[in-house]
């Protein structure tokens, strides 16, 4: 929703999967000018598996399976002629394999 304002920075990262992302994300923010929001998947132990895999966890299925995907949307892109929102997604057959698992 904060997207469609036009002028608010967003990102979508997760802990364990894309860490370049993730940084991008934080320096991204941190450097536009204007409001910025970061929205952050960190696993946790309600989630019913072992911590010692949480960040697995993150770069495996959730990432692949499309149900946290990563994004970025920077409006200052806009001005310079390019698409503001960037979606870092798994290949269509990486999820095929990992479904047939």
């Not at 929703?1 to 990102?11: I, L, S, W």
């Not at 204007?34 to 895999?53: E, K, N, R, T």
């Not at 697995?56 to 994004?71: A, F, H, Q, V």
């Not at 200052?76 to 990992?98: D, M, S």
């Amino acid at each position: 929703m904060a997207m469609t304002y036009g002028n608010v920075y967003v990102a979508k990262v997760a802990m364990g999967a894309g860490d370049m992302h993730t940084v991008k994300a934080f320096l991204e923010a941190e450097a536009y000018d204007g409001p910025s929001l970061i929205i952050a998947y960190s696993h946790c132990i309600a989630h019913g598996y072992d911590l010692s895999f949480g960040m697995e966890s993150s770069e495996g299925w959730r990432l692949s399976s499309g149900y946290w995907p990563l994004m970025r949307y920077n409006p200052e892109l806009t001005a310079q002629g390019k698409n503001p929102f960037q979606l870092r997604f798994a290949p269509a057959q990486h999820i095929v394999q990992r479904l047939r698992l």
